[in-house]
């Protein structure tokens, strides 16, 4: 190694937030490093903050200005933050994917529904099996998460060994896809670790990790127990667990039905790939239609309460000719992502309101999560004494818990949030850089930035209503008959019990009918004014500022 090069990391989604994750890595001389990226993936809009956004991404301008320097892009796994902006960035990118088969197979349908080429996607075996991409050595090694064949890399360079652990959690029977191997990983770190890079997500709980296997009891017992027809929700990609729902369904003596495109996509997958060899067999919801409800088992899609997935339709009535009635039972065998804990809930009051018996996760019986929490994270330190820690995955407060955890075991940590760049070739890691970061909006079909002013505007007029106001000049600049206004989002009459686009209309006709010259003939001028005349009125009418919308026609 020169003395003159470095390795460095560079957040540019994912560290400082849950989701969005995409980190580089680079090695060579300050400036012209090359470089790897490993993960892309997006977050999800709310109409809060976001509305009407499809999708988010994090800001890649930085590594996309540097393209002609990217090696490859490494995936760790198939869930949608690590892997859901892939398709939507290659064209920017343009280098060679690498991932492992499950995880492939869901990349390549991606690239198939943007319109790319998914031979570009590389499937890789596990460790020790290893791709070339520079100035690095990468493999896969296999870790248990909530999705199959999950893998942390293990990257090497000319300033030493990274191991970047991606989701994981330790388990040794996670019913389905590869258990953490202890041993694999010592072996791994025998030759000394310059750098773990480690999942952050549950630092905060201070109990250890409970292993996938542990639920079956519990659902098959909640199955077998029930009267009338049970359904149960999950993570689509949490294969292992609507594995064991449809177990527990089995051995109740149920017909099991899965609904939702996104269940029947992962299963398939997992399936077509070799990772699920053993699912129970299931029906087509015309066949359920025709089961008697106290033989039927249905595992539904919208874990979360997204509005358009199989739980919220039921909630609002029938799904593919299916419908929860009093007596029956609805399971969550999933966690309530924060942020979704009102659509969750609306969701569980409308099944309420039917008479259905509702069964969280409150007991702690029917989920287990899929991230490493502190004591065994801390056994993670201990197994690969690293040099240094970069805590990653996870919000600010979780990051430098973190950090906080491995500087008590002597361990050389930092947070490091997105655009942060760290140089990791010395003894510590040091902030070298800072790089502007943000987010990009899918709005549609198209990519904006966060700061364009698209859901600025969106907000303000969900907020505050519109008004779009019409005016005439002639040829001689003077008014052409009275203005006319449209309202959206306003109450049509106000405090004078007149029709507020009445009293728009007149107010702005009189200013009109008294503005200089000035005003008349500059188009800025004249719009500014009917701008505030027009708000002016709605104040007084309605208490509302809106946003108003002049168009100002001029005759030739």
Not at 394 to 401: A, D, P
């Amino acid at each position: 190694m020169s003395g003159n090069e470095r390795l460095i990391y560079l957040p540019l989604g994912g560290a400082g937030e849950v989701g969005m994750n995409a980190y580089v890595y680079g090695y060579g001389k300050p400036g012209k490093e090359r470089l790897i990226l490993v993960d892309l993936g997006v977050t999800f809009p709310d109409m809060d903050t976001t509305p009407g956004i499809d999708l988010i991404f994090p800001d890649m301008s930085w590594l996309i200005e540097r393209a002609d320097r990217l090696e490859a892009i490494f995936i760790t796994h198939g869930h949608e933050d690590h892997i859901g902006a892939l398709a939507h960035f290659w064209d920017d990118l343009r280098v060679p994917v690498y991932c492992r088969r499950f995880t492939g197979h869901l990349a390549a349908r991606k690239m198939e529904e943007r319109g790319q080429d998914p031979e570009h996607i590389h499937i890789v075996g596990a460790h020790p099996d290893v791709v070339e991409a520079g100035p690095f050595t990468v493999s896969f090694v296999p870790v248990s998460h909530s999705i199959p064949e999950s893998s942390g890399l293990v990257i090497d360079t000319p300033a030493g060994r990274v191991a970047h652990t991606g989701d994981f959690k330790l388990d040794g029977a996670p019913v389905v896809g590869e258990p953490f191997s202890a041993e694999l990983w010592h072996e791994i770190a025998r030759g000394g670790v310059k750098a773990l890079v480690c999942d952050s997500t549950n630092i905060h709980v201070e109990t250890p990790g409970r292993s996938e296997a542990t639920l079956g009891p519990h659902i098959r017992e909640l199955v077998a127990g029930a009267s009338g027809m049970v359904v149960a929700t999950t993570f689509a990609s949490n294969v292992a667990r609507v594995k064991t729902l449809a177990e527990a369904g089995r051995d109740a003596g149920r017909s099991v039905c899965l609904m939702g495109r996104a269940m029947l996509r992962m299963v398939q997958a997992a399936v077509e790939t070799g990772v699920l060899t053993d699912f129970p067999p299931v029906i087509s919801h015309e066949e359920a239609e025709d089961i008697p409800r106290e033989n039927l088992m249905l595992i539904v899609t919208g874990s979360q309460g997204e509005r358009r997935a199989a739980t919220a339709q039921l909630s609002r009535g029938k799904y593919l000719g299916m419908e929860l009635a009093e007596g029956d039972t609805f399971l969550f065998s999933s966690k309530t992502i924060p942020g979704n804990e009102r659509s969750v809930l609306r969701i569980v009051n409308a099944f309420s309101e039917k008479g259905v018996n509702v069964v969280d996760d409150s007991s702690s019986l029917y989920h287990v999560s899929g991230h490493a929490n502190r004591p065994d994270l801390e056994a993670l330190h201990e197994l690969m004494r690293p040099q240094m820690l970069i805590p990653m995955h996870g919000e600010h407060r979780m990051l430098r818990r973190h950090a906080e955890a491995g500087a008590a075991r002597g361990i050389a940590s930092v947070v490091a949030v997105n655009g942060t760049m760290l140089d990791l070739t010395g003894a510590a890691p040091k902030v070298c850089e800072h790089v502007e970061t943000g987010r990009v909006y899918l709005d549609g079909t198209l990519k904006v930035g966060a700061l364009d002013g698209v859901v600025r505007d969106r907000i303000r007029m969900a907020l505050n209503g519109h008004v779009m106001l019409n005016v005439i000049l002639d040829e001689e600049d003077e008014p052409l008959g009275e203005p006319w206004a449209e309202i959206r989002g306003l109450a049509e009459t106000g405090r004078s019990k007149a029709p507020l686009v009445d009293i728009i209309e007149a107010e702005t006709g009189q200013f009109l009918a008294r503005a200089d010259d000035k005003v008349l003939t500059d188009d800025d001028k004249l719009d500014a004014a009917l701008r505030r005349a027009v708000r002016q009125v709605a104040v007084e009418e309605i208490g509302k500022k809106p946003e108003v919308t002049v168009v100002i026609s001029r005759l030739a």
